[in-house]
């Protein structure tokens, strides 16, 4: 019976949203292959962590509870999932969200099993052969990839946050009813040179307010806007139109934009109801963040501008005339409900 | 504190900055590459400023790079910032390979030499992404790794101090050698070249080592050893049909009004 | 399907075309490349002029202000010394080297180019002609920055009429006296050292010699300054002599060949990096014309598509690639060390194409852009006022059609 592992993370004993999108998508995963979805739990003082999994259809969850694995340490980490495997035999796939630990430790794990890992995946699937067919986006972000390991098992994988369609008709996908998971309790196992690796001091990250990712409207610019006297006026126009700001990686890069403003692969993924994308070329590294059946706009001087398969209203211009006109538009108007 | 050998692993790839022209050609369906030129991974960059700037008192900095022949002037440019030596491991039979199966040709390379005290990666190539091959490479060497360091510096004769950051927390870290590490752009600014640099570097040496010079196993490398393999690529089509607008600014500004509600 | 909705269509096959050249049976052939080096020296030089003095333009132009700063930036980076032996601690890479790195600079800042190109032109008769001593007195400052140098030869009296000048220096003991006025010269007051040509003899026949002198020396002095239309940053203006000591020891090459020491520095250098300044006007012309077509919208379509823009843009490219074949060969004669009566009319042929090339490229990247290619914050502009003061630098056209002339009907080609 095909083996579907998750590994699990959280945060002050919340699960990561990831985590979730992952046990739901392995549990389609599981009643497809007729087989098990199970869930990784590692860390410190996480027994009481269980009740949080109430609710996800899981077969079987292995724990290893121990101070050891008090803060990600590479070396032990890699041990002890290896040691699972060891254990309870390995199994058809290994599935990690695409985060700090998530893209460090699978190819790890990878390495170790002598299998194959695909990094940030934004969609799975599966073939008619039942080997994992994992989604990337490729080629300088133009075109979408699919990655297999068609001979060696584990199949490993990190996939993106926010990527896959985990609305609640999944959940209904499955119908098998299963009792409640049973648990598997391992002790840590410790390889060589630990102390290679010692955590001096950890201090948390002030949490950030999230404005891009509930947003409702978003006004987004990529390269074609520039310049930060251009960027300007993106800003003016999703202020009077109460959208949030977002970006693209080029005017990330040339300074316009913070970081934590970028949409796609890798920045954030969103499900405006109204999407302007202005100066963007449209690349799938962009589009590949913009989910949802939300109204999409696009504004761009090259009518030849890959964003214009995308959206459902194209507007060849420059946006400087353009944005200026519907700024003063939007003030002239008598203001509606 | 005594003198440091380093290993940098640094990749070739289409520069960034003219990237946003590669295009698929719609009628062929072929990927049109020609002309953009390589250059070294920007994040390889910060790599090697690291270690030059960690060698400084002696040491040594090799560089090592799986990459076809022409990548030979990309390598003389790490001569020219300031790497003392480099090897290319350049083979038709690494060609398509996955992050394992390159990494383990930079292992066989890597083993070739003296042992390393450091082996320092970017965390990610700008064309593949995965991040991979540094926790791969660490893996296939039997040693410990930190990935996406962005502070680092010498505590010890046999410690460094580093720092990472994930979602929620920022981590201080004292890590011994010898160990792998793989760096974020914020760890440095790579120094520009000199023409002291491009002097000096006609007396540094490349080394250019095949399949046979490192001794692996061709069912290991390329195309025929990754256990990932590229199946196919797709353009998704979406069901979007987009209406294109024309106009005036004024009129167009009117109808965005209009028909968005806004 | 678990993700993206829509259909898949799968692109197969995907190949990627190689630009691999095919090999030539038998024997060599010309080589129109740069070599791995010289690439990497361009590349060097181009880092540099995106990351340090692409931000400094708009200044340079409002206030007028050498940017003194990117000169010992440009000695750290090992450009200043590109023509100093390596035994005075330069690189030594030779004219075409020296050559791509102002190219480079010029594409963005040709007053900043030029500046380096003077400096060059300022010691190399050093490098020529001067004794050890003077050798290595200054060529090591020269390389850091901590001297930087001009030429001073036009006066007045005029700098295509050389002989006429009155400058004049008067032996006294075992020093020299230099009083004159020298006008018309780049870096008068950034510079702290020059090499100045003087009048040393009247009777029998006139002579002149060579002197190099540095602002330690009582009488050399900054005169007034120029106001042009170009070239904002790099300054021009009077030198005066008043007095001003020299030793005996600072005479370069010997007395007497002053002339010599003046043209072996502008014939062989001076020209070229002109040169080079007019090939970096020419190419920042061709890209700001290429994107401002591709961004401008009329008729519903960037003006890129429309012919007329089209034939401008050919135009530029095609004065690009003349301009440099022409120049990178006469940089390649100066480095095979060929002798003047050979070398002489090909670099004038470089001066002079390539600076009426760089009028003509930047007046078509005004023409392009319209009404953004007359106003400051557009580009073109620039390279349309600095294009024009390259003309009558290191010898104006009429000169270099002598030149030419002159060596044609001695039969060569």
Not at chain 1, 141 to 152: N, Q, S
Not at chain 1, 288 to 300: H, L, S
Not at chain 3, 45 to 63: G, K, Y
Not at chain 3, 99 to 109: A, D, K
Request: hydrophobic residues 45%; glycine residues 10%.
């Amino acid at each position: 019976m095909k083996q579907i592992w998750v590994y699990v993370e959280q945060h002050e004993g919340q699960l990561a949203p990831i985590s979730k999108e992952l046990l739901l998508m392995g549990r389609v995963l599981a009643d497809r292959l007729h087989g098990q979805l199970a869930a990784l739990l590692l860390g410190d003082n996480i027994a009481g962590f269980i009740s949080a999994l109430a609710g996800l259809k899981i077969d079987n969850i292995y724990m290893i509870d121990s101070s050891a694995l008090g803060f990600y340490h590479p070396l032990i980490f890699t041990e002890n999932i290896i040691n699972l495997t060891n254990q309870f035999g390995q199994p058809d796939m290994i599935l990690f969200g695409a985060t700090y630990l998530g893209r460090d430790l699978a190819p790890a794990v990878a390495a170790r099993l002598a299998t194959g890992c695909a990094a940030d995946c934004c969609g799975l699937d599966l073939d008619e052969d039942e080997n994992l067919l994992q989604i990337v986006p490729g080629l300088g972000g133009t075109v979408y990839g699919t990655i297999v390991t068609p001979h060696c098992r584990p199949q490993v994988a990190t996939i993106k946050p926010g990527m896959l369609d985990t609305s609640e008709d999944l959940t209904e996908a499955s119908a098998l009813a299963i009792g409640a998971p049973q648990l598997h309790q391992l002790e840590a196992v410790l390889p060589d040179r630990v102390e290679a690796i010692k955590l001096i001091e950890a201090r948390p990250k002030p949490i950030k307010e999230e404005k891009l990712e509930g947003a409702r409207r978003i006004v987004a610019g990529g390269a074609g806007i520039g310049g930060k006297e251009g960027w300007t006026l993106l800003e003016n126009l999703a202020e009077q139109i109460e959208a949030a700001v977002g970006a693209t990686r080029p005017a990330i890069d040339e300074g316009w934009a913070d970081h934590d403003l970028m949409i796609g692969q890798s920045g954030k993924t969103v499900k405006p109801e109204l999407y302007f994308g202005i100066g963007i070329s449209g690349d799938m590294m962009h589009m590949v963040g913009i989910k949802g059946k939300g109204v999409r706009v696009a504004i761009n001087t090259d009518p030849k501008a890959p964003i214009f398969q995308h959206v459902d209203y194209g507007i060849v211009a420059d946006y400087q005339e353009l944005v200026p006109a519907l700024l003063d538009a939007l003030q002239k108007r008598s203001p509606n409900s | 504190m005594r003198p440091l050998r380093i290993a940098v692993c640094v990749k070739p790839v289409p520069d960034p900055k003219q990237s946003n022209t590669l295009k698929i050609d719609p009628a062929t369906k072929t990927l049109v590459r020609t002309g953009i030129p390589l250059v070294i991974n920007p994040l390889d960059k910060n790599a090697l400023e690291a270690a030059i700037k960690l060698k400084a008192g002696g040491g040594t900095v090799s560089v090592f790079s799986m990459a076809p022949p022409t990548a030979e002037s990309t390598l003389t440019e790490t001569l020219a910032m300031g790497a003392d030596e480099a090897f290319l491991l350049s083979d038709r039979a690494f060609a398509g390979g996955d992050t394992l199966a390159t990494a383990r040709v930079l292992v066989a390379g890597i083993q070739k030499q003296d042992p390393y005290d450091l082996i320092l990666c970017g965390a990610e190539s700008f064309d593949g992404g995965t991040a991979q091959v540094g926790p791969q490479i660490a893996v296939l060497l039997g040693l410990p790794w930190v990935t996406r360091v962005f502070q680092l510096s010498r505590s010890n004769d046999e410690q460094l101090a580093a720092a990472i950051e994930d979602e929620h927390v920022i981590r201080e870290l004292l890590v011994e050698m010898p160990l792998v590490i793989t760096v974020e752009a914020s760890l440095n600014q790579p120094r520009r070249i000199s023409l002291m640099g491009v002097v000096a570097a006609r007396k540094k040496t490349i080394t250019v080592y095949n399949a046979a010079d490192l001794g692996v196993d061709p069912a290991e490398v390329g195309l025929g050893g990754s256990p990932t393999q590229t199946w196919d690529y797709f353009s998704p089509s979406s069901d979007k049909k987009v209406e294109m607008w024309q106009g005036s600014s004024q009129e167009l500004a009117r109808e965005l009004i209009q028909k968005l509600g806004l | 399907m678990l993700f993206l909705g829509g259909r898949r269509e799968a692109v197969s096959d995907i190949q990627i075309r190689s630009s691999k050249r095919p090999e030539i049976e038998g024997g060599e052939s010309m080589n129109f490349e740069l070599t791995p080096e010289q690439e990497l020296i361009k590349k060097a030089a181009r880092e540099f002029t995106d990351e340090l003095v692409a931000p400094r333009v708009e200044q340079m132009e409002a206030t007028h202000e050498s940017p003194k700063d990117l000169y010992k930036a440009m000695g750290e980076a090992g450009f200043l010394g590109v023509m100093v032996p390596e035994e005075y601690g330069g690189s030594n890479l030779g004219s075409l080297a020296a050559m791509l790195i102002i190219e480079e600079i010029s594409r963005v800042s040709s007053a900043l180019g030029t500046g380096l190109q003077v400096h060059i032109l300022g010691y190399v008769p050093l490098v020529q002609m001067g004794s050890e001593e003077l050798k290595r007195k200054y060529l090591p400052g020269m390389v850091t920055g901590d001297y930087i140098a001009t030429c001073a030869v036009t006066e007045a009296s005029g700098g295509s009429d050389p002989t006429s000048m009155s400058t004049v220096a008067v032996k006294q003991g075992d020093e020299w006296v230099i009083n004159g006025r020298k006008c018309f010269i780049t870096m008068n007051d950034t510079a702290n050292a020059c090499c100045v040509v003087a009048k040393t003899k009247d009777e029998p026949k006139k002579e002149f010699t060579g002197f190099f002198v540095d602002k330690t020396m009582d009488g050399y002095r900054t005169g007034r300054m120029e106001h042009k239309i170009g070239f904002h940053g790099l300054d021009n203006g009077d030198l005066a002599f008043v007095n001003c000591r020299v030793p005996e020891s600072n005479i370069i090459g010997a007395q007497g060949k002053g002339i010599a020491v003046a043209f072996g520095g502008i014939g062989r250098w001076g020209r070229l990096g002109m040169s080079s300044a007019a090939l970096g006007v020419i190419k920042g012309s061709l890209d700001a014309a290429v994107k401002f077509a591709n961004e401008r919208i009329l008729y519903g379509k960037p003006i890129a598509e429309l012919q007329a823009i089209q034939f401008k843009i050919a135009e530029i490219f095609y004065l690009l690639q003349t301009s440099r074949l022409v120049a990178y060969k006469a940089a390649w004669l100066v480095d095979q060390n060929t002798p003047d009566a050979e070398l002489g009319p090909h670099v004038a042929c470089s001066k002079l194409f390539a600076t009426q090339s760089a009028i003509r490229a930047a007046n078509l990247a005004v023409e392009i852009m319209g009404g953004y290619g007359v106003v400051a914050e557009y580009s073109a502009e620039r390279f349309m006022r600095d294009a024009n003061m390259i003309w009558a630098a290191a010898g104006t056209a009429d000169i270099m059609n002598i030149i030419m002339a002159r060596g044609a009907l001695a039969g060569k080609e």
